[in-house]
T-cell receptor, first 115, second 111 residues
Framework: GAGVSQSPSNKVTEKGKDVELRCDPISGHTALYWYRQRLGQGLEFLIYFQGNSAPDKSGLPSDRFSAERTGESVSTLTIQRTQQEDSAVYLC?????????????FGPGTRLTVL | DQQVKQNSPSLSVQEGRISILNCDYTNSMFDYFLWYKKYPAEGPTFLISISSIKDKNEDGRFTVFLNKSAKHLSLHIVPSQPGDSAVYFCAASATGNQFYFGTGTSLTVIP
């Protein structure tokens, strides 16, 4: 497809379970970002990948959160032992990289609900 | 610590009038600013950007103004249309990896 895609679109899980969220960026975009948006709040940066550089993990809220990216394509965000406060919309974005952050193109998000 | 702030959670405007959405930031190192528009159940879409070397950028009905001394930017939409009803986020970056986003302003354009 032409845009950023994310799956699943919705995920309901029980507290304590692990979840995996997937992002397919736009082809050719070397930069990939994960954000989350909790209810009534803004977009919160989680992690950033750029090419083969070490990812910027400074936004990950705890060691239960991790993400991987295969080359310059698919990325997965994993949340272990989910908690109710993890409930949010998780957004992925990709962009070109011209030496600095450029306009990001967002996917539709995955709505995670932890019961 | 919220480095980018949108202090108005909502705004209502009559169709045809001007919509003004405001954004304040605290980090003087920010040098690139963007506005995104978000419809329900969709990801944010890029609307307009401005570099700190400018104080104004215009694209059709949308104009972004930057006041560096006040650390303030605003988005003007004129004339406003019902299809402009959405949540608008401002974002800022320095020469690093991250964009910092505000909490958003929900705009309703009343027909």
């Amino acid at each position: 497809g032409a845009g950023v895609s994310q799956s699943p679109s919705n995920k309901v899980t029980e507290k304590g379970k692990d979840v995996e969220l997937r992002c397919d960026p736009i082809s050719g975009h070397t930069a990939l970002y994960w954000y989350r948006q909790r209810l009534g709040q803004g977009l919160e940066f989680l992690i950033y990948f750029q090419g083969n550089s070490a990812p910027d993990k400074s936004g990950l809220p705890s060691d239960r959160f991790s993400a991987e990216r295969t080359g310059e394509s698919v990325s997965t965000l994993t949340i272990q032992r989910t908690q109710q406060e993890d409930s949010a919309v998780y957004l992925c974005a990709s962009s070109f990289w011209g030496g600095r952050p450029d306009t990001q193109y967002f996917g539709p998000g995955t709505r995670l609900t932890v019961l | 610590d919220q480095q980018v702030k949108q202090n108005s959670p909502s705004l209502s405007v009559q169709e045809g009038r001007i919509s003004i959405l405001n954004c304040d930031y605290t980090n003087s190192m920010f040098d690139y600013f963007l506005w995104y528009k978000k419809y329900p159940a969709e990801g944010p879409t890029f609307l307009i950007s401005i570099s700190s070397i400018k104080d104004k950028n215009e694209d059709g009905r949308f104009t972004v103004f930057l006041n560096k001394s006040a650390k303030h930017l605003s988005l003007h939409i004129v004339p406003s249309q019902p299809g402009d009803s959405a949540v608008y986020f401002c974002a800022a970056s320095a020469t690093g990896n991250q964009f910092y986003f505000g909490t958003g302003t929900s705009l309703t354009v009343i027909p």
